[in-house]
């Protein structure tokens, strides 16, 4: 019996063009480029975040409810 040497599969110059079982080429992403600062900057800019986002809703929701009363008053009183 005679030992038949296989290409390495890893090996791109040995693959056919025609290869169903191409490599994967490695996903890069936008977040790969920021650098990561340690677990304690990164949680308080995620609490920092999160109270600005609090408070950005809370505001939108007193100017979408005052805006109204506030036409309201001024139409019922111009009359």
Known sequence: MTCIQ?????????????????????????????PSPDDHELADIVRRTERL?????????ICLISAPAVYLTLAYYSH
Do not use: F, K, W
């Open 6 to 34: 296989r290409p390495s599969t890893h090996d791109d110059d040995t693959r056919p063009a025609n290869d169903n079982h191409a490599r994967v080429p490695e996903v890069l992403s936008v977040l790969d480029l920021i």
């Open 53 to 61: 986002a609090m408070a950005l809703v809370i505001g939108m929701a």
